[in-house]
Structures are given as structure tokens and as C-alpha cells.
């Protein structure tokens, strides 16, 4: 007969908490660590230890399984944390309903709540030294140390616990951990992360485990397909030409002085595609420079546009060819940036809104306009490769700053909308300073 799981995971004969204080350290008797927050309750069902340990034994490479999480209103907090992912540091699934996610789901790390570790994998990574050194982040900084090792962490709906905890911003644990890893856990730069951590490299590839994160998107070519899209869909279908209409007012109103239009500066139009919101800048008055990294879309832009009429002085938009983690503009010369329907399709957006918030002038505003992301769905599967909550949102808009730590201007979201109806946009405003 086959042992059973619960005399594989004895209950441990220590119950320790690490050197700070926030986690508690159980060594069972059979190869197994407990790793729990010092303020999280116990588990259910009651059973908790033998359905966790089944995954350890039964899917090859799991070394690290962490519990589902629970807002104490029963809604999912968290299926786990991804880390080394485009929208950077943010709780897999949080906010949706609690049925949500009856299957594991493998991530890059558990930030908190309740871990079973194969001790010979804890041990590896030195587990209790990190739990010690990185305070908060010293889970986060486990389940990444063990992903490094070649081991594999999953999040379990198998096992629940009422736990929102979340890991702040500090100075020096974010220190640690950079000096640990090599990149900063709220938004890591993925391009840094490919080179330092590529399957060749010396610290091997194990964080890029997962293709659809980390190989990196197809050339985007809707334009060479659909043409010019955009306009095509303002002229056609009033919904969206009274999103377009509404997302220009708002961004002269919040970018422009209220008594004079178009005096505040250059509007840059970062991914400005085929170029309608570019021509709705122009035509309220704004100075519009709009890049975009595909021709296609670039020659669509400037054909739609040389047909149009617009106000002096400024005149017609200009375009170029550009990307947006290398911007075209000296430091601190920009007005306005807006970056509509954009961020969902990048691979890295960190370095582009790194870039924002260098070329935009101190009091300058941020625009960014995504759809909102939803259990189970995505509003354009095609193209789009990630989709925020507004929290996800706000926190990597505002991570250049609070990653500089250098007290100088950067971005900060002041403001939060969203768009419903036929659409179910998120926008956040930020300003520089």
C-alpha cells in the first residue's frame, strides 16, 4: 500500500519564526518546509499539509507550493506572484470572485500566506537566510531563488487561507533584493533579465521559464493587414468615435492651459499607430508629434492626415519613425505624453515608461489608456499580450520614480477613470513632479 500523504508531512516538531519576525519556519520530519507568515491563520481544509505535499510528489519539478489566498470578503487576493513578467510585481487573479481558479496554477514565486518547500530545494537556496535578510520580501525572494535553481512553484486552489498580505516599497529590502537577483522586484527591465538570465548565462535561465512572458511578441503588422483601422472605426461606429472624442478632450483639458490651448508645449503620441488620436490632438489646437516603431503605420498616419485641416500655429501632427523605449527628445522637453491602446501590447513596458518620464518636462502629464483585464478573456486575443487592473496599472506608472529613489520628478498617478460601456478602459493620469 502506498504511504500516506499525511504520515509523508508529519506535523513538524519545530515551529520557529525567522530572524524578523514575519515568517515561521516548520521543519516536518519527512523532507518538508513550512514557510507562513507570523500573522496568517491556519489553512483549510484541515488536511491542508497532505494536499499540498500530493503536488510536490506528483507533477516533476515542483519544489515550492503555495496556497490560495482569499480577501476576507471570499474573493480571490492571490493565485500566486509573478515577478519576471511584463506588468512586473502583481498578484495573479486578485480581485476576481473566489471560485475563480479551481485548477494550480504555476507562477513565478508566493509572496505570503502558506508554503510547503522540499527542504533538500529550501536548504539549496539557503532559505533561511533569505526568509531573515529580505524581511517582507524574503517569500517573494524564496520561491525566485528555488525558480533560479531550476524548480518549479505553484499556487494551489486546493488549499485556502484569508491573507492580504503585500509586500511595500523599502529602500533597503528592495536593495537586497536587486543585489540578489540583479533587477528590481516591482518592474523588473525584461531586457536585462533575458541577457543576465538566459539559459546560457551564469545564472541560468531558470526565471524565464514561461515563452508566453519572455519570447518576446511578433512583429506587431495590423497595419500591413487592416490599414488605417482606427480611423476607419471613428468614421464608422459611433461608440468608439465618442471614446476617441472624449480621451482628447481629456487629455487637453489635463495637459493644456484651460485659456489658452496648444501653448503648453509639445503633445508626443508614443505608439500613435495610424494616427487618429495624433489628428484629434492637432485639431483642438495641441503642438502633436506622434512615433510609432511600424512604418506601415507611420505612412498610414501621414496619408490619413495630409487630407485633414487643422489650426495655427502648429498646424498639421508631424510623425516619425520611433520606439518608445528609445524616444527621440532631449531629457525633460515634453509636454504631454500619451500613450492609448499601447501598453497592452508591449513586451517590456517598463523601459518604455522609463523613457516617458525622462523626455517629460517637470509638471508635465502622462496619459495611459489600456482595457481593463478580466478573468477568462482578453478584448483582442490577437494582439494584445497583457491586460491590467488599475492597480496593476498605477504601480507600474509609477515605478521609475519610486524605483530612482533619487527625490527627483518623476511620475506619479493622480488620477484614475475608466471608460464603460461597449468598452471597459482603465485610465490613469500621471504627473511628473
Request: hydrophobic share 40%; charged share 20%.
Amino acid at each position: 500500500m502506498t504511504e500516506s500523504l499525511s504520515t509523508a508531512v508529519a506535523a513538524p516538531e519545530t515551529h520557529r519564526p525567522s530572524a524578523d519576525k514575519r515568517w515561521l519556519i516548520d521543519r516536518g520530519s519527512e523532507g518538508c518546509v513550512v514557510v507562513r507568515g507570523a500573522h496568517t491563520p491556519e489553512p483549510e481544509p484541515a488536511d491542508w499539509r497532505d494536499r499540498m505535499a500530493f503536488f510536490l510528489r506528483a507533477i516533476p519539478g515542483v519544489r515550492l507550493v503555495g496556497a490560495k489566498r482569499y480577501f476576507k470578503d471570499g474573493h480571490v487576493f492571490s493565485m500566486g506572484e509573478n515577478v519576471v513578467h511584463p506588468k512586473g510585481f502583481h498578484h495573479h487573479g486578485k480581485g476576481v470572485a473566489g471560485p475563480c481558479y479551481r485548477f494550480p496554477e504555476e507562477v513565478d514565486t508566493i509572496a505570503g500566506g502558506v508554503m510547503l518547500v522540499q527542504a533538500d530545494a529550501f536548504d539549496a537556496v539557503d532559505g533561511e537566510g533569505l526568509l531573515a535578510q529580505m524581511g517582507q520580501l524574503g517569500a517573494l525572494a524564496l520561491g525566485l531563488a528555488i525558480r533560479q535553481a531550476g524548480g518549479r512553484v505553484l499556487a494551489v486552489p486546493q488549499v485556502g487561507v484569508v491573507d492580504e498580505f503585500s509586500p511595500a516599497l523599502d529602500d533597503a529590502e528592495s536593495a537586497a533584493f536587486r543585489e540578489r537577483f540583479g533587477f528590481d522586484w516591482v518592474a523588473p527591465d525584461l531586457d536585462v533579465v533575458r541577457q543576465d538570465h538566459a539559459a546560457d548565462a551564469p545564472g541560468g535561465g531558470g526565471l524565464l521559464w514561461n515563452a508566453f512572458h519572455h519570447a518576446g511578441m511578433m512583429p506587431f503588422n495590423k497595419y500591413d493587414t487592416r490599414g488605417a483601422l482606427v480611423w476607419q472605426g471613428y468614421q464608422s461606429h459611433d461608440p468608439l468615435k465618442q471614446r476617441c472624442d472624449h480621451l482628447a478632450k481629456l487629455t487637453v483639458r489635463f495637459s493644456q492651459p484651460p485659456d489658452a490651448p496648444g501653448t503648453g508645449g509639445v503633445t508626443l503620441d508614443v505608439g500613435c499607430g495610424d494616427g487618429l488620436f495624433s489628428h484629434l490632438f492637432a485639431q483642438l489646437g495641441c503642438n502633436v508629434v506622434g512615433i510609432d516603431p511600424e512604418p506601415e503605420g507611420v505612412a498610414q498616419a501621414t496619408k490619413m492626415c495630409q487630407t485633414q485641416s487643422y489650426p495655427d500655429p502648429h498646424g498639421a501632427p508631424e510623425f516619425r519613425v520611433g520606439r518608445g523605449d528609445d524616444i527621440p527628445f532631449d531629457n525633460a522637453t515634453v509636454a504631454c505624453v500619451t500613450l492609448f491602446d499601447v501598453i497592452e501590447h508591449l513586451d517590456n513596458p517598463i523601459g518604455v515608461l522609463r523613457e516617458i518620464d525622462r523626455v517629460l518636462a517637470p509638471g508635465g502629464t502622462f496619459i495611459c489608456v489600456t482595457p481593463a483585464w478580466q478573468f477568462g478573456g482578453n478584448s483582442d486575443p490577437t494582439f494584445h499580450g497583457y491586460e491590467f487592473n488599475q492597480e496593476e496599472l498605477n504601480r507600474i506608472i509609477n515605478a521609475p520614480g519610486n524605483l530612482a529613489g533619487d527625490g527627483g520628478p518623476h511620475l506619479k498617478v493622480v488620477h484614475n477613470g475608466q471608460i464603460g460601456g461597449v468598452y471597459r478602459d482603465l485610465i490613469a493620469i500621471a504627473k511628473k513632479g
